[in-house]
């Protein structure tokens, strides 16, 4: 009765008057307020003056593309970024394909594709082919496409080989088949964002990163699923599943991506986060992927859930080939004493701290380990800490570990920041019923947290980022006094505080045992927009074990 009461209040056009003084006070209890009576007549004009406000707001019609003035940016006073000055990049050895390459064309990685395609023993035309059949064929049993694209793959892959021809290589990504999560937009293709009420939705342009690509000569092949709105892994036409055990599903939202690389039927996908999208199905699924840190990767033309929060990143089978895309959707690599985001339009110019450091030298590594964060059922993936420190010793290096403890702050109760927005992003569509046609209809689903989000008083939303700042500052300064971390992905809280913070994360596979049939995944956290470090770091682990490179047999 009370919600009902206080639903009527915020959401409908009824004058307050002294009939329903009982109401008001019914309300503010509901969100913690004690009034009495008295003090509620005094406040009926008030909300009635409200709620005409409201009438006013709701009667510009909003595209999701708009985000709200004074984006966030984790760039906030007080935080310089302080980067060690390495890009991730080495230099690479040649790579030749194995001599078996057309049994195993669908495990090659981009590099040696890129040696298959430019000593002509493979067209672009012909590798995007077998691609497009193969994720046809996985597609019957994971449910991971929403849209092929053969005609606009196949005209891409024309130019790519009439390119390669004249001798214009575009870079390592030349003639690579990828595949799209369905809320970045694809001019010509329908982006439905996963969810029934937009099953039809086309956008007339391409969003930022798919230009970049483009531009790169990587050839987009298929718009993958993701779970309604960016949240599970069910979406308008089925579950997608998961390729180590299609009985299971593939987490979310980035349900799609994960496991249309994991099974190969791309070769790398972009996904994206808000609170987990990109970490919990690659972890699901043994993929090895990059969320970056806020702001790094422009969202134009991407779905809005968070504007404060969402972030786009590569998925792909190695840590090596998620890097090269990576250096592509964000441009060069950052070396210099400031970092300028313009382009993305999020942050401006900012100054940085640049460490004294060898460039590209690994030499002492001092890793943080969130306390108590190897324990239960996590505690085999401590197993990579040994991995890594005999790594680094091979090149004449040394680790360092120590326990960390992370800021202590309520990050549960602030990610009200998500739910909030979310429900302003789709506002629209709850007060239009349509989200009755959303297939997930349950306590935890989209149309109940976007009813429930409105009533959340702007107030504690504004108390959250207050608090968000001070988590910003602590957890930065926490992270100068180590290298990265290395963690389970979803250790003490870890993955929303830094979801909330903006602090890159990149997620790779872990087996147990060579018999082991479900991957496990092991996370390393850095300083904000200190990703080149980062891989460095994670890339000389995983190039030193073989967990990327067993996949899943469909």
């Not at 950052?334 to 900012?350: H, I, K, M, N």
Request: hydrophobic share 45%.
């Amino acid at each position: 009765m009370l919600l009902q009461v206080l639903l009527v209040l915020c959401m409908t056009q009824e004058t307050p008057d002294s009939n329903n003084v009982p109401g008001i006070v019914s309300a503010a209890e509901l969100v913690g307020l004690e009034i009495t009576e008295g003090e509620a007549e005094l406040m009926a004009r008030d909300i009635a003056d409200q709620l005409s406000s409201y009438a006013a707001l709701r009667a510009v019609a909003l595209p999701n593309a708009i985000s709200p003035t004074g984006a966030f940016t984790p760039l906030i006073p007080g935080l310089t970024p302080r980067l060690h000055p390495v890009t991730g990049e080495t230099v690479r050895p040649k790579f030749s394909a194995p001599e078996n390459w057309r049994e195993v064309l669908f495990s090659l990685s981009i590099p040696e594709l890129g040696t298959l395609l430019r000593s002509g023993e493979l067209t672009c035309v012909e590798l995007v082919d077998a691609y497009l059949e193969n994720l046809t064929r996985l597609d019957k049993e994971l449910h991971c496409v929403i849209t092929l694209l053969p005609e606009r793959a196949r005209a891409q892959a024309r130019r790519c080989d009439l390119e390669l021809a004249e001798g214009r290589d575009r870079g390592p990504l030349h003639g690579i088949p990828w595949g799209a999560k369905d809320l970045l937009a694809v001019n010509g293709a329908p982006t439905t964002w996963g969810a029934k009420p937009f099953e039809n939705q086309v956008i007339a342009e391409d969003a930022s990163v798919v230009r970049r690509l483009d531009q790169a000569g990587a050839v987009l092949i298929a718009k993958l699923s993701l779970g309604a709105l960016a949240m599970g892994d069910v979406w308008f036409g089925e579950k997608t599943r998961n390729p180590w055990n299609p009985k299971r599903g593939s987490s979310g939202s980035s349900a799609g991506p994960a496991a249309a690389v994991a099974a190969g039927g791309v070769v790398f996908a972009i996904g994206s986060e808000t609170l987990g999208s990109i970490v919990s199905p690659s972890a699901r699924c043994g993929v090895s992927s990059i969320r970056p840190s806020f702001g790094r990767v422009s969202r134009e033309g991407a779905m809005a859930l968070s504007w404060s929060m969402d972030k786009l990143g590569p998925m792909a089978r190695s840590l090596d080939d998620a890097w090269l895309v990576q250096e592509v959707i964000t441009g060069p690599p950052v070396l210099t004493s400031t970092l300028d985001f313009r382009e993305e339009g999020d942050a401006g110019v900012v100054d940085v701290e640049l460490l004294s450091a060898d460039a590209y030298a690994l030499k002492k590594v001092r890793v943080g380990i969130p306390s108590g964060a190897f324990s239960g059922g996590d505690a085999h993936l401590e197993s990579v800490l040994g991995e890594l420190r005999s790594a680094l010793e091979s090149q004449g290096g040394s680790l360092e570990v120590v326990t960390v403890e992370l800021p202590d702050y309520p990050s549960d109760a602030m990610l009200i920041t998500l739910t909030a927005e979310a429900a302003a992003a789709f506002d629209a569509l709850t007060r239009s019923g349509r989200d009755d046609e959303l297939v997930a209809q349950h306590q935890y689903a989209w149309p109940t947290i976007f009813r429930a989000a409105r009533l959340i008083p702007a107030v504690e939303y504004i108390t959250a980022q207050r608090l968000r700042a001070g988590l910003i500052l602590d957890f930065e300064a926490m992270m100068n006094s180590v290298d990265l971390l290395i963690h389970p992905p979803f250790a003490n809280g870890i993955l929303g505080v830094t979801n909330l913070t903006g602090h890159p994360t990149l997620v790779a596979p872990v087996f147990k045992d060579p018999t082991d049939t479900q991957p496990r995944a092991i996370s390393f956290t850095g300083r904000l927009y200190d990703e080149g470090y980062l891989v460095a770091v994670a890339r000389l682990w995983q190039e030193s074990t073989s967990h990327h490179k067993r996949h899943p047999e469909l």
